[in-house]
């Protein structure tokens, strides 16, 4: 079993930064993905940042501004977004794979205005 603290997120300007962090409780191994989804408003959820064994995997429309970061020691994910956009308003979820299931967070808010 997992459980996912999730912390950050909340309003931001078109332009702006936000960050988000996750704590995970249980035995969670680097080469558990490990990661961030989003869902907006009417649309399903979608896959935004995820690192397994260092390797960072990013959605088209997030690369070269969002960044994932991973402590492998304390279990923790972070995701660090810049140059944020009104699209990039949803909830942001933290995901992580174990044991063949999806473990989520509760989820956090981010609002970007223009």
């Known amino acids: 079993q997992v459980n996912l603290v999730e912390s950050g997120g909340g309003l931001a300007q078109a332009g702006g930064s936000l960050s988000l962090f996750c704590a995970a409780s249980g035995v969670v191994r680097s080469n558990n993905p490990m990661g961030w989804y989003r869902q907006a408003p009417g649309k399903e959820r979608e896959s935004v940042a995820i690192?397994?064994?260092?390797?960072?995997t990013y959605a088209e429309s997030v690369k070269g501004r969002f960044t994932i970061t991973r402590n492998n020691y304390k279990n923790t994910v972070s995701l660090h977004m810049n140059n944020l956009k009104p699209e990039d308003t949803a909830v942001y979820y933290c995901?992580?794979?174990?044991?063949?299931?999806?473990?989520w967070g509760q989820g956090t808010q981010v609002t970007v205005s223009s």
């Open positions: 995901n992580v794979q174990w044991n063949k299931s999806h473990y």
């Open positions: 690192i397994t064994d260092g390797v960072e």
